[in-house]
């Protein structure tokens, strides 16, 4: 089985750190796929191209969501963060400054902590994630 990367030995890592690892590289394989794409579509002058290229990204797109949403869902300090700083329009680099006070940033019910550390709660089976949350509470944010 391939060792996939891992900076330390894996009998050394939990099985929810190995996934993490797994999602984590399938995420930026997928981006990557996303930017070649792009980049070809671009490029091409033949349209019928153009068009497989643009098919292709736009499918690299939906899979680096779907992963995302999993790693969202099995990393407390991903799904902190995603809810202080997604689908919000205020001014990217006021988000923290407005998670900061007493309002709740995000589409979040809960303000993202101020302290500015970063969790402790590390593993990949950091799923602390409120009752409420669910895929049909992302479809009806704006
Ligand atoms: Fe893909």
Do not use: C
């Not at 995420?27 to 579509?41: F, H, T």
């Not at 153009?50 to 407390?76: C, F, G, P, Q, S």
């Not at 950091?126 to 704006?142: D, F, K, N, V, W």
């Amino acid at each position: 089985m391939s060792h996939e990367g891992y900076h330390e030995q894996g009998d050394l890592l939990p099985e929810p750190t190995k996934d993490l690892h797994r999602a984590l590289l399938s995420l930026m394989e997928e981006l990557e796929a996303v930017d070649w794409y792009q980049q070809r579509a671009d490029a091409t002058k033949d349209e019928a191209l153009k068009a497989v290229m643009l098919h292709n990204r736009n499918e690299e797109v939906e899979h680096a969501m779907m992963t995302l949403e999993w790693i969202r869902r099995h990393d407390a300090k991903f799904n902190e963060t995603a809810r202080t700083y997604l689908f919000t329009e205020k001014p990217i680099t006021e988000i923290e400054d407005a998670a900061d006070g007493t309002e709740g940033a995000g589409t979040g019910k809960t303000p993202a902590k101020s302290s500015g550390k970063v969790s402790t709660q590390t593993s990949a089976n950091a799923s602390a994630q409120p009752a409420s949350l669910h895929i049909g509470s992302l479809r009806s944010t704006p």
